[in-house]
C-alpha cells in the first residue's frame, strides 16, 4: 500500500485511531472549565437534596436506591455497545455527571424561564399544554449535547467513531434522566402532602423507569451524541455536511423529546390499559428505531474495520478466522462464551470473555499504530492456553446460533418488554 493510499483509507475508515491516552489534559483549559460546572452543578444539586433530605429522608432514600438499581442496567448496555473499542470508565463518569449535575441543574431553571416566555408570548393555554413539549426539550438537549462536546474538548483522542459518540451522549442522557427522576419523585411526595411516603416515590418509578426509560433522555442523548461523532470523525466530509449532520442530529433529538412530551394522542385512543400502552409504543418506537439503525450501522463499520486489523495479522494463534467472525458481534460473542461453558465449564466462558477483551484490544492497538504490541500478543496468548487446557481451544459460536438466535432474542426480548409494560400500565389503574 503506497503512502497516498494509505492516508486515503484513514480518511475514509469509520474509526479514525486515537492515541491510547490523551497528552496534556490537565494542561487544557476546557478540562478546568468542565471541572467548575461540574463542581457547580454539584453544589446546586447538593443544596436541593438537602433540603429533601430535612424535609424526608425516608422518601429521598427510597427514591435513590429504586432509580440507581434502574442505573445498573442501562450503564451496563450503554458501555457495552462498543466492545470493540471500549472508553475509559472515568470519561463514562465524567458523561454521567454533566448530566445528572450540569444539565439538570440548568434545566430546572432554563425550562422554567421559557414556559414563561411561551405564556406570554402566546398563551397560559399553550403554555399549559405544550409548555413541557417545547421548553423542556429546547433547553435540556442543548445542555446534554454540550456534555458530549465537553468530552471531544477533554478528550478529543477517545472520540474517534461515531459509536463513541452515542454512548457518550447516552452516558450523559443517563445520567439526566436518573437525576431529574428523583426530583420528580421528590415533587411528587412534595405535592402529595401527606409526609415522608414513599408511595409517590414508586409510582413516579414505575411511570419514569419502566414508562418512559426505554426511550427516554438516554435514547435522545444518544442521537444527539452520534451528530457530534459525525461532526468530530468524518474528516473526509466537508465542514458544511458535518455541521449538518450534527444538526439534523440535534434536531431529531429535540423532535423525539417533543413528541415524547407533546399531548398528541392523550385523548386519541380512549383509556385503559391498551390504549395508554399503544401511545407510549407509537411515541416512543420511531426515535427508538431510528437510533438502533444508527447503532448497528457505526457498529457493523467500526467491526469491519478491526475486523481487518486482525485478519492481517494472519496468526491463528493470536486470531483464527471463525474467531474474527465471532468478535464483530455481540450475539456471536454471547454465543462463544454459552458454547464454552457447555462444552467446558465456567472457567472456559470466562477465558473466552478474557480472550475476546484482549483480542478488541490489539486490534484497537494495531488501528493506532502502535510499537510495542507485546502486552496484548502476550495476554492473548495466555487464554489461548488456559482454552487449550480446558479441552476448547478456539473461542467461536456454534454453528446455526448467528442471525436465528439474534432474531429470536429480539422477538422474545420485544415481548418481555411489552408484558412488562402491560404489567406496570395495569397496575398503576390504567386497566
Known sequence: MTAESHLRSQRTAPVQPGAGSEPGTLRLPAFWIVIML????????SLLVAQYAAAY??????????????????????????FLEREPPGLLVVAFAWGGLVATSVSIPGSGALDDIIAKLGSPHLAADWGAALA??????IAKTLGVVAIVLIARNQVNSVLDGVVYGAM????????????YAM???ALAGRGDHVGPVVTTFLLRGFLSGVWSHTLFGALAGAGVGYLVVRGERSLRTRIGAATLALVGAWASHVLWNSP???????????????????????????IWLL??????????????????????????????EALKAGSRRASARSYAR??????????????QRAQARLAVELSRNTADLSRWHHEVRRQRRILVELGHPEAVAPDGKGPWRRTASAVFSTALAVAVLWAVVSSLGGG
Open 38 to 45: 461540574l463542581a457547580a452543578g454539584g453544589v446546586r444539586m
Open 136 to 141: 423542556g426539550p429546547t433547553v435540556e438537549e
Open 264 to 290: 398528541l394522542l392523550r385523548d386519541g385512543l380512549g383509556n385503559g390499559a391498551v390504549a395508554l400502552l399503544a401511545v407510549l409504543i407509537l411515541k416512543g418506537l420511531p426515535p427508538l428505531l431510528l
Open 172 to 183: 450523559v442522557g443517563l445520567g439526566f434522566q436518573i437525576i431529574e427522576d428523583i426530583v
Open 295 to 324: 447503532v448497528r450501522a457505526a457498529h457493523d463499520r467500526e467491526a469491519d474495520y478491526y475486523a481487518a486489523q486482525l485478519t492481517e495479522l494472519d496468526d491463528p494463534e493470536l486470531i483464527t478466522p471463525a474467531e474474527v
Open 342 to 355: 457447555v462444552r467446558a465449564g465456567w472457567r472456559a466462558r470466562a477465558a473466552v470473555r478474557r480472550l
Open 57 to 82: 429522608p425516608l422518601a429521598l432514600l427510597t427514591a435513590v436506591v429504586l432509580f440507581a438499581l434502574l442505573a445498573v442496567p442501562f450503564w451496563f448496555v450503554v458501555s457495552e455497545l462498543d
Open 187 to 189: 415533587g411528587a411526595v
